[in-house]
């Protein structure tokens, strides 16, 4: 199971642990954006850490810029690179 982000993760957790499925013998599981509670899981969560500061730094520089330039019409792209922090979630048996 990929869930796109930390809260649509605990709750896919919680519905695994509901049914009585256990991470990774019965199911694998991935999050995007580090779980704030990852040290509470065992199995550890495997998940793709996206650099969050950054994101929110290079944000700012395009508002700003784009304020200074009164240019909003041009589109930006940006790319950084993420983590992916393997953990137990998503091992091979």
Known sequence: MFCTNGPTGLG????IRDCGLR???????????EL???DLFYPSITTV???AHEIGGRAAEILLDRIESSSASDSVSVRLHAV???GQS???L
């Open 12 to 15: 896919a957790l919680r519905a």
């Open 23 to 33: 991470t990774p013998e019965d199911i694998a599981f991935v999050t995007v954006d």
């Open 36 to 38: 704030t509670v990852h």
């Open 49 to 51: 850490v996206q650099p």
């Open 84 to 86: 992916l922090k393997v």
């Open 90 to 92: 998503s091992r091979r």
